[in-house]
């Protein structure tokens, strides 16, 4: 494709930051080693930046002081939808007890260029060689981190707007040697406005602010940012989204519906990653997801193609006996999804072929839903994925279950095109 004209998103939009590849929750899960009650790893930073900041900034130099420690970048969407909550608790907290510290690994002029354009709360630290990153094992971001007065971690998963400066004052005076989430559900939904602002921004600027007229039906493919994390971003309607920065795997299970049990992908083709943006709102399924196939085929310089394979299935399908809750169609997620650090799978405002997806990466097996459109609003815990113990999770939170049986089921098998055919 020669000119690539990038998607204006339209409605309320949420980070779908559930899931399970870019999840927050998943990234901090990695973070094992560092865990309440250990000594924080030292920092290293070439540069800081905030008002009345030392020149060189330490751990060691900060001892006596409450850390919240948190990694970031420019580019990460969620991270820039933190800062809203940060700047309350910058405002509220004593600098000499309690200290906001944002750690990027990104170079000096990408970061001043930044912060000239959007001040960020508390202290900015450079960490360009990314010793700090591996010192405290961040994955993904954003990760916050708060260090007790002690040096010793106090907590690893809780957000800045999770955080009080009621709380944060408690821990510098008292010492204390935990903290619970204190629940601010204004911040929350900040965060979350704040979040979309930025993706909406960095889909601007990525697109070099394109205006185009409205258009019936629009897709375009770009290539990814190399160090970006992969987010997705959906609208109203569910022909109204995002694929930001995803490995080419995943894109096409996010964007064509499919799980893993159904998707083969030749070792000969690169995962590299692509932002996906759909703007085919009232555009029926089936011809969406055909334009969809021919935009990544054409684009990545892929074959796809699809095989009907006779084998061992589980069915979907509504249990008679149980009337579902109706799910509301103001909830701007339509989306399941398997979390297996969580042990959860979860449902929100999904319908049954969502779900029957999700439920293939449980059992790795085909599912084939035939439950005649239900839907599910709900997060299930599976202490374990054995069939029968997945059907009956799903019948107590949905009213749906598993059965086995025969049946054909669709793969996609993705190859590289041919230099004849590119």
């Known amino acids: ?19 399970v590849f870019a999840s927050r929750g998943s990234a901090q899960a990695m973070q094992k080693a560092l865990v309440p009650g250990s000594m924080a790893p030292e920092i290293h930073l070439s540069k800081t930046y905030g008002k009345g900041t030392q020149a060189k900034i330490s751990l060691s130099s900060l001892r006596g002081k409450v850390v919240v420690l948190e990694f970031w970048a420019t580019w990460c969407a969620p991270c820039l939808g933190e800062f809203k909550a940060m700047d309350v608790l910058a405002k509220s907290l004593d600098p000499s007890k309690v200290v906001l510290l944002s750690i990027t690994d990104e170079d000096e002029a990408t970061v001043e260029k930044f912060i000239r354009r959007r001040p960020v709360p508390g202290t900015v630290g450079i960490d360009p060689e990314g010793k700090t990153f591996g010192q405290y094992s961040v994955e993904g971001r954003p990760a916050t981190f708060v260090i007790g007065s002690d040096g010793r971690i106090v907590s690893t998963d809780l957000h800045p707007h999770q955080l009080s400066a009621l709380q944060l004052m408690k821990l510098a005076r008292k010492g204390a040697r935990s903290l619970s989430e204190s629940g601010d559900a204004t911040l929350k939904r900040d965060a979350e406005r704040e979040t979309t602002r930025a993706f909406k921004e960095q889909l601007a600027r990525e697109s070099g602010a394109e205006k185009t007229h409205d258009a019936l039906f629009r897709i375009s493919l770009t290539k990814g940012l190399p160090d970006a994390q992969p987010h997705v971003v959906k609208g109203k309607s569910s022909n109204l989204v995002d694929y930001l920065n995803l490995p080419l795997n995943e894109l096409l299970k996010q964007a064509l519906g499919l799980s893993s049990v159904r998707l083969d992908i030749d070792e000969s083709v690169p995962n590299r990653k692509y932002s996906l943006s759909v703007h085919a709102e009232g555009a029926p399924d089936d011809k969406l997801r055909l334009a969809l196939e021919l ?13 009907l394979r006779d084998e061992d299935v589980y069915y979907l399908t509504r249990a008679e006996s149980y009337s579902p809750k109706q799910v509301s169609m103001d909830r701007p997620l339509d989306l399941a999804y398997y979390a297996p650090d969580k042990a959860e799978f979860g449902m929100l405002g999904a319908t049954s072929k969502q779900i029957a997806v999700a439920a ?11 439950s005649e459109g239900a839907s599910c609003d709900a997060r299930v815990p599976l202490s374990s994925r054995d069939p029968s113990a997945v059907s009956e999770a799903l019948l107590r939170a949905c009213g ?8 054909g089921v669709d793969h996609l098998r993705v190859s590289a095109a041919s230099r004849h055919s590119e």
């Open 295 to 307: 935009a990544i085929a054409a684009g990545v310089g892929v074959n796809l193609q699809h095989t």
């Open 1 to 19: 494709m020669s000119e690539m004209i990038r998607s204006r998103l339209r409605g309320a939009f949420v980070c779908a930051c559930v899931m």
């Open 400 to 407: 749906l279950q598993l059965s086995k049986g025969r049946g």
């Open 360 to 370: 293939e990466e449980v059992l790795n097996a085909p599912v084939i839903d035939h």
